[in-house]
């Protein structure tokens, strides 16, 4: 649990998911460290506040045989409130231009041709 929360969540799993969420955004690279700068400690701490009191009781009360359960049933809150909350983040910021095709209205020319009454 401590090489998880001091090693892999603070150098790996963080910095990773920021940067394939500003890649799947269509962020540059200088707006994916932006964002990550902006809110990695806050992200960390909400980690910390989540996963430590979460495992402790995982380990402490639930049966081995739900411990798999349990802590995919967590993951799975926990990556819906961290996609919640960079979500959050893109409302705030400008999003990414992309160059998007015009595309023009096709006119069309009618003519229609009357014949003309016989004159007697």
Not at 71 to 87: D, E, H, P, R
Not at 89 to 108: E, H, K
Request: with cysteine.
């Amino acid at each position: 649990m401590a090489l998880s929360q001091l090693v892999h969540t603070p150098l790996i799993q963080l910095p990773v998911f920021y940067g394939l969420t500003g890649w799947a955004r269509g962020y540059n690279r200088q707006q994916i460290e932006r964002n990550l700068r902006d809110t990695y400690e806050t992200t960390l701490m909400r980690n910390y506040v989540f996963w430590l009191p979460t495992t402790g009781l995982m380990y402490a009360v639930v049966p081995l045989h739900l411990r798999v359960l349990v802590m995919n049933s967590a993951s799975y809150f926990w990556n819906t409130g961290l996609s919640l909350s960079t979500q959050a983040l893109d409302c705030q910021a400008p999003a990414p231009t992309l160059s998007t095709p015009t595309l023009s209205t096709p006119t069309i020319d009618i003519k229609i041709v009357m014949p003309h009454a016989a004159t007697s």
